[in-house]
């Protein structure tokens, strides 16, 4: 802290400035006519020795967050803890007291619980601009072997259905069975499994952590940069702003180590997150970024290419499938249903080639995914692979026992004719409404979670409907006496 | 030179996947055998994998690990992982660092000779390995105590140290012993090429480089031929042990065939008989018996009764724990091992390798198939549905009962009969694990039975009938699983198994292996669908299919049931 900056406190309100006064100079009770809070504290807050002052009753960790909130006005107050955790790398319960500190002692303001402000008088401006040069260069086609081991981890993790927890880190038995099948060719270590944990929990499955199909096919569709970008874009979304601005430059973008993890520190302060921020250091997310081939290295600078995917993606698409229910595939195969021998079989190794095995409770969890037979049967048969006679008969088998009964809960919406159904079906089709056809056109399922989304849009739409209650059983009252000859006795 | 045509990949977990429909196929194939393990071979990819042990086994045979080297990387689709080749010399290297030498001056002791001064400081530090050392007589060469040989090799294996036992062996008493070359049957006898091979690799020229270890062929392949033959090289007093009295009989017979020593010469020590010649064959269960868990093994005995020169471990996979144990004290005496597969359920695979000696010679099944000495075989399995009015009892069932039911459905004796229509002439194993079902159809069907209750002679006789075509069905339990003899046999049909169990398939597999003239072999097993059983069936049936057997599913339907009626 040495020189001051120029005074300006108008982001401040009424309340955060009187209160911002009062830190520094104490409650007023009589005020002279005339008397500005803020013009007041701006003329004193020139004074070197005033902030000092103010400063030095703050313990050090107080100190350093004060410093680094103090790179910005605003900071969005969604996951800051966590978000500090990760810049500064100190406990989270002091990083958690000192903010409440900094808020109660009235150094910094929240807003509506949303966003900090932070008035912007305590340190020299150490957050300058980060500088960059531009270079041009052609765009270079995109490939990368980390993101092959991202997909197949991907895939392990919808062959295991892999729970994960709160903070969307592996537990630790799966982590060994990882570890167990990825660490001897995976070129991602154990560290960066969580990532791929916290975009598999992010991106592919819901809040019961059951599989969102569409999203994994949406994935797995991309093209591979557009694939290394999604993740970079769920996990790392402060890095995914800094990409973006630099493509749209159109260059290759170079950039010094420290002015990148600058860069860094303020757009993960910045950026707004829906999910807890991974725990993931500068150095770290370096290296990784490294491994995916997203930026190069050179001396102290990194060099932001602009990339391209490959116009036609080649795919080595042989397979095999054996008698022995298992199914090996290239890992680095580009096929975009990669992920579908996952859904309907146990990922058990990973190497060159990635073994499958397909087992009766693999072809459950299939059916629990909605796959049928016939899905199978046209993967395996797009490799031209012969299927053995025994797979084939028993996978019938399997499929036909466990497609034969499930259930689902819901309430069902009755249509009083299939007329009336067919306007409720519409909407279904539309997409306006989420519902399932129990029997066509006369009576619907809605699940638990868009039953409100579903009244809500057919009352707006003026469709009449009433609750039907059902009948209460009634128990006939017992028809039914017995013998009280021992509890009486006749009077002669 | 990596070159994508060739038919091997080789990965860096050591795991190597071998394209069958390629022609080098046999080539790689008959290369792999000697420093891999084949994992599993169905069709199209055969996996095998590099571990230790292969590496050590390889080793022990004399293979050296540049001509491995040489032999992955001229093979290989893809380059070669450099872990894998780093570790192959690395692992490699360790066989044969330490070596277990003859002591000349004192009977009881031998020399541990460590040629690496790192290994010998990584024995010194390690309290549970240095406590073998008794004096150190020169540098890197200590004496350790004879009787502990068999337990030093099994401590340092597990700490990565492999030691290579050439301290030689006590002679036993010398027997003449002799192969004919017409058998006493009055058929020429004649050792097959992959025999001669197996028993040439055991033997070693005689020398202490050779003389214990394990011979895996398949079953129907002439293991004990091997055996034979080998007894005929060392020409001393052997000890056979087998898994029963039905094979201590068919090593009896096949040694009165094949050699000419006198019968006089030849002992059985089981429940029946306790004799002891110079050539004794014996059961496990005997071997293992006693009065209680605390009392000591009386029949173990045997191991002192004689001055043993080798010892023969029959179905080496299931040697019990003790006779490990004793093993692990009589490592001064030559020992084989014969079995079709090293896969111990009880993961011991280790303690073989230690105590009774690396593998010394392997062949894949396929090749024997192809080459017309063991039987082509087509493994079927036939579901069927649980007779109506057992269903409930099905389903309320607990898990063991439930099995119980499934593998009992009376409606598998129609399938049954079908069978042995569609088979009318052959000879037939029906195999059951269950008593009362074997009874019910043996009065049903009016067929003979050969059970665990069965006196041995009587199951003699049944099998000699069977043998010479007096009987052409047999029903059978669990007891005709190992070691029984009958060439004739070519339908198998199993009823019920153990569960799960791979090894009993592959057991009962072998039962109709032996080659015959210009018929296939045909294994069925018939079990109630949607059960239990269809779910340890299936574990069966795999373990098949990663043998490189083909399987065909049939299913029954309750409409074909009522034609039968």
């Not at chain 1, 990669?338 to 397909?358: G, H, R, T």
């Not at chain 2, 052997?238 to 039905?246: A, E, F």
């Amino acid at each position: 802290m040495s020189e001051l900056k120029h005074v300006k406190l108008d982001y401040l309100n009424e309340k955060e400035i009187i209160e911002f006064y009062e830190l520094f100079f104490g409650n007023i009770l009589i005020k002279r006519p005339g008397f500005s809070y803020y013009s007041n504290l701006s003329k004193c807050l020139t004074k070197d020795n005033v902030v000092q002052s103010i400063l030095e009753k703050l313990n050090s960790h107080e100190l350093n967050i004060l410093k680094i909130l103090s790179r910005n006005i605003y900071i969005p107050n969604d996951y800051l803890i966590e978000k500090l955790h990760i810049i500064m790398d100190i406990p989270a319960p002091i990083i958690k007291k000192s903010i409440s500190n900094l808020i109660e002692k009235k150094y910094i303001f929240i807003r509506e619980d949303k966003k900090l402000v932070i008035p912007n008088v305590f340190f020299s401006d150490d957050s300058e601009k980060s500088d960059y040069k531009e270079d041009q260069d052609d765009p270079v086609v995109y490939s990368s072997r980390a993101l092959n081991d991202i997909n197949n981890l991907l895939n392990y993790y919808i062959s295991k259905e892999i729970k994960h927890s709160n903070s969307f880190s592996l537990y630790k038995k799966d982590h060994h069975d990882l570890i167990a099948v990825f660490s001897n060719y995976s070129s991602i270590n154990e560290d960066e499994y969580d990532l791929v944990t916290y975009f598999y929990g992010v991106n592919f499955v819901d809040e019961t952590e059951s599989l969102i199909i569409e999203k994994v096919k949406d994935y797995f569709n991309l093209p591979n940069f557009n694939k290394t970008m999604q993740f970079v874009k769920i996990v790392f979304p402060w890095l995914n702003t800094i990409i973006s601005y630099f493509y749209k430059q159109n260059t290759c973008i170079r950039i010094k180590k420290d002015k990148l993890k600058n860069l860094w520190v303020n757009s993960i302060l910045l950026t707004e997150y829906k999910n807890i921020p991974i725990k993931f250091s500068f150095e770290k997310t370096l290296k990784f970024l490294l491994k995916l081939n997203l930026i190069i290295k050179e001396k102290d600078e990194f060099i932001f290419p602009i990339f391209k995917n490959k116009e036609d993606d080649e795919f080595n698409s042989q397979a095999r499938l054996t008698s022995s229910f298992n199914f090996f595939i290239n890992a680095d195969n580009l096929r975009k249903d990669f992920y579908f021998p996952a859904m309907f079989s146990d990922f058990i190794k990973y190497n060159k080639i990635v073994e499958y095995e397909i087992t009766e409770y693999s072809v459950k969890r299939g059916v629990i995914n909605g796959l049928v037979l016939d899905d199978v049967l046209d993967f395996f048969n797009s490799f031209s692979l012969k299927i053995p006679l025994n797979v084939e008969t028993t996978l019938k088998q399997w499929f036909d026992k466990y497609a034969s009964y499930f259930y689902s809960t819901g309430t069902h919406f009755f249509c009083q004719s299939r007329e009336k159904g067919r306007l409720i079906n519409s909407l279904v089709e539309k997409g306006l409404i989420k519902a399932y056809q129990i029997k066509e056109n006369e009576v619907f399922l809605i699940p638990d979670e868009h039953k409100e989304q579903f009244f809500s849009f057919i009352e707006k739409s003026g469709i009449d409907f009433y609750q039907k209650k059902p009948i209460k059983v009634i128990n006939e009252p017992i028809d039914k006496v017995f013998n009280i000859n021992f509890l009486l006795t006749k009077i002669e | 030179m990596p070159d994508i045509n060739n038919p091997l990949i080789v990965q860096s977990d050591f795991s190597l996947l071998l394209e069958v429909f390629n022609p080098k196929f046999e080539i790689v194939r008959n290369g792999l055998t000697k420093f891999a393990e084949l994992i599993k071979s169905p069709e199209h990819i055969h996996t095998y994998q590099i571990n230790s042990l292969s590496l050590w086994n390889a080793a022990a045979a004399g293979n050296r690990s540049e001509e491995i080297i040489v032999f992955l990387e001229k093979y290989s689709k893809f380059e070669v992982p450099k872990n894998v080749l780093t570790e192959i010399q690395i692992i490699y290297h360790r066989f044969g660092m330490v070596e277990i030498h003859e002591c000349p001056y004192d009977k009881d002791k031998l020399f541990l000779v460590i040629k690496d001064s790192s290994v010998e400081k990584e024995i010194l530090s390690n309290p549970k390995l240095k406590k073998f050392l008794i004096d150190k007589v020169d540098d890197k060469k200590y004496t350790i105590q004879l009787l502990l040989r068999g337990d030093l090799k099994v401590a340092f294996f597990y700490y990565n140290i492999p030691v290579y036992d050439i301290a030689g062996y006590v002679d036993g008493l010398p027997l003449e012993i002799n192969l004919k070359e017409v058998a006493s049957s009055k058929k020429k006898f004649e050792l097959r090429d992959y025999q001669i091979m197996a028993s040439d690799a055991f033997y070693h020229a005689g020398s202490k480089f050779g003389g214990h270890g394990t011979i895996v062929l398949p079953c129907g392949s002439g293991k004990t031929i091997v055996g034979i033959k080998i007894i005929s090289l060392v020409k001393t007093y052997t000890l056979i042990l087998t898994t029963s009295v039905v094979a201590v009989h068919q090593w009896i017979n096949e040694i009165l065939d094949k050699t000419d020593i006198s019968p006089d010469m030849i002992g059985e020590y089981t429940g029946d008989k306790k004799e002891i010649k110079p050539i004794t064959i014996c059961t496990y269960q005997i071997l293992i018996y006693r009065k209680d868990k605390e009392s000591r093994f009386i029949h173990f005995d045997i191991f002192s009764a004689h001055k043993w020169g080798f010892i023969i471990y029959d179905e080496v996979h299931l040697l019990p724990a003790p006779i490990f144990k004793i093993t692990s004290e009589i490592q001064s005496t030559r020992r084989l091992g014969l079995t079709a597969t090293l896969v111990r359920e009880d993961k011991k695979e280790s303690d073989v390798f230690c105590l009774i000696g690396p593998k010394k010679f392997d062949t894949p099944w396929k090749i024997l198939e192809k080459q017309g000495w063991i039987s082509e075989a087509l493994c079927c399995e036939i579901k069927l549905p649980l007779k109506e009015d057992l269903m409930m009892e099905y389903l309320i069932a607990d898990q063991k009962s439930k099995y119980n039911i499934a593998a009992q459905n009376p409606l598998k004796i129609e399938v049954l009969k079908s069978l042995l229509f569609q088979h009318l002439g052959c000879h037939i194993l029906i195999i059951s694990n269950f008593i009362s079902q074997i009874n019910d159809i043996a009065q049903k069907l009016n067929l003979p039975v050969i059970t665990g209750k069965t006196p041995n002679s009587v199951r003699e006789e049944q099998y000699k009938k069977f043998r010479n075509g007096e009987l052409k069905v047999l029903l059978v339990s669990k007891v005709a699983n190992f070691s029984i003899d009958l060439p004739e046999a070519s339908v198998l049909i199993q009823l019920s198994g153990t569960y799960g169990s791979r090894q009993e398939e592959a057991q009962r597999l072998g039962r109709i292996l032996r080659p015959k003239l210009n018929t296939m072999s045909y294994f069925y097993s018939i079990i109630t669908r949607d059960s239990i059983e269809e779910q340890y069936s299936h574990k069966r049936q795999r373990f098949l299919t990663e043998q490189g057997y083909s399987y065909k599913i049939d299913f029954w339907k309750p409409e074909e049931f009522l034609c039968q009626n």
